[in-house]
């Protein structure tokens, strides 16, 4: 359609399918709703941000002012891969709000912290809950702290965290 | 060392300086407040092992005693951000509050842009601008790691800069924290006055007074603009801002900072200064057992 997607630019995401007029574009009611019904994070959390779509299914998070459309380098960060079947929230994302979750959050302990931060897969079968993307955790000065998103299928915890992001850490 | 030899008049203890100057750096980090509280980070310090000193001027500011700094928990989860205690000076005194709109007009790799973001509580707008597009990439990778959602990215020559991008027309402060010859970095980069000639210093200064000239533009009356460098020239510091009030409406203001440092200076090589130059700070490696800085305040007047 003539209105489509420019990879070159900002736009904000519609609030509700109604308002779309882009075809395949996640809106704001949609993305809100995703990170509620998978992690748990309320609602309300992102009440003082917007959300837009810079390149085909790229999700950025945005607490500032800004026009729409808008061609600049960056707006926030980017939250989550869309147009596709299974949505994938980012490592930094997750970091940033992955204290809200309560649902598919995978505690590991120091050794499957450390193994995952280095971007490594491994096995853990005593997970029970869904399949799919996760947000692994680990307890840090007393208190979960998200460290990034895994997929979990078939038994196996897989690291999301990009290259770049991966350290080898102090166990 | 040679090049340093010219600022013996203006600086007190100078063999100190000297001495300072040949000194590594140890390795500072800043708390970044939007992903966890001094509090937490220093008990996630301390639950790893890493020994660290905070800065008595800003509790926010550690040197940590580590050789990987960035080989830490609290680096991997963005609790810590490698940055220069210097370097954390200008945010402070640019002082901005939640929502705020902020211009960091130099601002890759984003030290100082996510720490400005971090003062505001991530509450505002951050415009975070370079001219480089290869230090672009730096910026938003340190951005994304630290949680900066109030953070926009662009990429022009801040001495034209367009505020047509965006919906408002001046922000409320401004940070000019100015390409320069960098001598302050020297004990970060001992190669740092490998390139220094007086003919360099004069053509950075005037990329300087295009800058700091268009900062205050694009900023509001009554709004501020601090502008920093990491290098000692009375060039590319007093005679910027002098140039920058004879030329916009401004004026240099007071600002308190708990680090030890010398005025800035009202004369240089003949030329005089206004003597609210005094005003600014001028941070000397032997004063703190840091790098070198240079920080001025101005109020937009009109």
Redesign the interface.
Known sequence: MADGNDGQRFDRLPATDAERTVDGRATREAVVDYFADRFGIPPETFD??TFWEKGAGKIW???????TP?????????CLRTRQEHWKP?T?FV??VGSHATECVIDLDREQARRF?AGEDQTLEWWDGDWGYLIAAHE????S?A?GVGLYVHGELRSMVPK??Q????P | MEPLERYRPIIDDFDAFLAACERPLGNAVRVNT??ASVE??L??L???GVDYDQADWNPRVLTLETDSP????T????FTHGQEEVSAVPPVVLDPQPGD?VWDCCAAPGGKATQIAALMD?????VANDNNLGR?SAL??N???L?????????ADARNYSLE????DAFDRTLVDAPCSCEGTIRKNPDALDNWSEGHISSVAGIQKGIIRRAIQATREGGTVVYSTCTFAPEENEAVVQHALDNESCRVVDFDLDLAHAPGLTAWNGESFDERLERAARIYPHQNDTGGFFVAKLEVTA
């Not at chain 2, 960035?70 to 928990?73: I, K, R, Y």
């Not at chain 2, 991008?165 to 408002?168: C, L």
């Open positions: 003082e941000y998070i945005y607490r500032g002012e800004a026009p808008l061609e600049i380098e960056a707006i926030g960060m980017t980012t930094d970091q940033r931060a840090i000065a007393g208190e702290e460290i770049g992001r350290r080898d850490l102090e | 939007i992903k937490r980070t008990a996630a301390d639950e790893a960035g080989s830490t928990w680096s991997f989860h963005g709109r991530d509450r505002g707008t951050v672009i938003r990778f951005a994304e790691r949680g900066a959602t109030s953070l926009a990215v662009t990429n991008r965006f919906d408002f």
